[in-house]
């Protein structure tokens, strides 16, 4: 891969972050800002003594653990966070493929020495590492916040928090964690990525009704004709357990990519990435 | 000269309607291409098909490439500007030259700036902000920064006012074309760019149906206004149209001598306007 490449792709994804600011940017700052004021409101209710005994509490419940052991308890806060980058990726998903051709942009897009190999890789790109990025930023942006809150709470009280400095550390641990949870979680997903995209590329109109639609018909015919239920047992093996998005602990990270479960699921997910790369071609 | 467009048998239908019926048309390279036709008669299909934004049956070659197999590598030397304001309407005009500049190897950011500069379009506007005059404007900078071989426009000018169509034109005739560089344009403002034109193409339900160098057109097609008394002998040299015109016969002949004509009346080459008439009524004649 040359420099040039490097550079197109660079500024295919800079293209979807603006584009889609306020889903990437927008959306976890709202959530930040209303875990915040929800917080500081909480804050501002309870009575001095109970704040100080709480603030007490915490500080024996954190007293000689290390940043990474408390790092899952912050795991707790980015669950708002992760259930909104799920849903504005499935909203992005939908609609990248499909938008441009309803405005007609397509047109000058394809008029680009890109090819469409890139255009769509870009977009998943943009789902799998570049959307966890900026919600990583906001969420410890937030951390940050929160803390320097927290230790104006702290002197105002003169409550002898010790290790706020380690809370903050764990803090950013978790970082690490939420957006290893978001990549993983991503490629667990990927065969979700692929569908969407699939009908956002081919769909003339209302491409999630078609995504839906036709994943129920599909499901219908394979239980009217073979009897079976394999492909909604498969799906919902993949949906239903939370665990299955968060990851506490870095020593998971590697057996959680490289399963049988999750590679098959890389495979679907690339056919079905190269089915709206072949559908994207075309724009008539 | 070497031809830049070559195409052979191209068809296309949407469901019922045929779009391409066996198009078969050649441009040479350097020409100033106009392909005139009325709504419908496939102009905007050709135009996507030569920059492989429509899948099409048949032989095509652009500038030594099939569109259908590689159009970003063939995007590398040609350029497009469709008929409707096709620019991402949610970036600003300074992030859309920044994208240009990232993806496109033949990119000039100096010329572009130099070109906007000369407008009234500023860098930190977004595009749905902008005047469909500017957006055009904005459009041609773009294209005319970057080196190609080809460009393709397809009805350009469609709902800009007189001015900016004048200057859209001039611009691209003073600052962009220099000889080399092939433009094929699609318009339905014939009168506009008939002096701009090398060569020219007439498209009818999905067929060429005139594929003629404009310095040929002379030599090929003869417009007679004929009197009252000599009516009955110019009928008789077959002509292709024939309209009423202040009281005489303007007779239109394709490849009959001049010699035989000159003595039915005054002979002049039609306008492309009169000969896009004349062809088209005569497709429809058979």
Known sequence: ?284 | MSNIVEARSLRKNYGNFTALDGVDLTIPSGAISGLIGPNGAGKTTTLKALIGLCDVDGELIVAGRDPRRARHKLMEDVCFIADVGILPKWLKVSQLIDYVEAVHPRFDRKKAEKFLSTTDIPANKRIKELSKGMVTQLHLALVMSIEVQLLVLDEPTLGLDIIYRKEFYDRLLNDYYDGNRTIIISTHQVEEIETLLSHLLFINKGKIVLDTLMSELCEVYTEVLVDADKMAEADACGPIHVRELLGKKSYTFESVPKERLEVLGELQTPSVADLFVAKLKEDRHG
């Open chain 1, 1 to 284: 891969m040359d420099r040039f490449t490097i550079v197109q792709f660079y500024a295919l994804l800079r293209r979807e972050v603006l584009e889609h600011r306020n889903l990437f940017i927008g959306a976890p700052a709202v959530v930040a800002l209303l875990i915040l004021v929800a917080t500081s409101w909480v804050a501002m209710q309870i009575d001095e003594t109970q704040l100080a005994e709480g603030l007490s509490y915490i500080s024996v419940l954190f007293d000689g653990l290390s940043p990474f052991d408390m790092a899952p308890f912050f795991m707790l806060l980015a669950i708002p966070f992760m259930l909104t980058l799920y849903i504005c990726s499935a909203i992005y998903l939908i609609n990248t493929l499909f938008q441009d051709r309803k405005e007609m942009s397509i047109l000058f897009w394809q008029s680009m020495p890109v090819s469409n190999l890139q255009t769509v890789l870009s977009k998943v790109f943009t789902v799998v590492i570049v959307a966890p990025i900026f919600y990583v930023l906001i969420i410890f942006a937030m951390y940050l916040i929160g803390m320097i809150l927290l230790t104006i709470l702290v002197v105002s009280n003169e409550v002898d928090l010790v290790g706020i400095g380690w809370m903050f550390l764990a803090a950013i641990a978790s970082l690490v964690l939420i957006y290893c949870s978001a990549l993983v979680t991503s490629l667990w997903l990927l065969p979700t990525i692929g569908w969407l995209l699939l009908f956002s590329a081919f769909a003339k109109k209302t491409p999630l009704l078609w995504a839906g639609g036709v994943f129920i018909l599909v499901g219908f015919f394979e239980d009217f004709i073979f009897g079976t239920q394999y492909l909604a047992n498969w799906v919902q093996s993949r949906a239903a357990n939370p665990n299955q998005y968060l990851i506490f602990e870095f020593q998971s990270l590697l057996e959680r990519i490289f399963n049988y479960e999750t590679l098959f699921g890389i495979v679907v997910g690339s056919v079905l990435i190269t089915g709206a790369v072949c559908m994207r071609r075309f724009t008539d």
